[in-house]
């Protein structure tokens, strides 16, 4: 598992893209591992390369925690699904088609 990083907030992908465009992303911090696939899956989206820091999605320890994380999204995030897609752990997952907003 790669280490969570603690700090200050990021400044979210650089983009002009309308924001919120996808079905909702479902976030579950009880099954979050911190493995970091989301920011990593979603900085290569908006930066073609790893650069968590420009994810628009943010895993943070809990404070006081070695393994509990807390979940966030900035408003960057277009509800693209990708990190929901990449989740192992089912920490993430997208509305189906269909569901309710
Ligand atoms: S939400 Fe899923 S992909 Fe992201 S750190 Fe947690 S377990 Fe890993
Ligand atoms: S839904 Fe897309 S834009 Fe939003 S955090 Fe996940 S990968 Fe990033």
Redesign the pocket.
């Known amino acids: 598992m790669l280490p969570s990083r603690d700090g200050p907030s990021r400044d979210g992908p650089s983009t002009d893209a309308p924001r919120r465009q ?1 079905r909702p ?1 479902a976030a579950d911090a009880a099954r979050c591992t911190g493995c970091l696939i ?1 920011e990593l ?2 900085s290569l ?1 908006f930066e073609e390369s790893f650069r968590p820091a420009r ?3 943010v895993i943070r320890r809990q404070t006081g925690s070695r393994d509990e994380y807390r979940i966030s ?1 900035t408003d ?9 897609r990449y989740c192992s752990y089912r920490a993430l997952v997208q509305e189906p088609a269909g569901g309710a907003a």
């Open positions: 996808g992303i989301c899956r979603c989206r994810a628009a999605i999204f960057g995030c277009d509800r693209c699904g990708i990190c929901a």
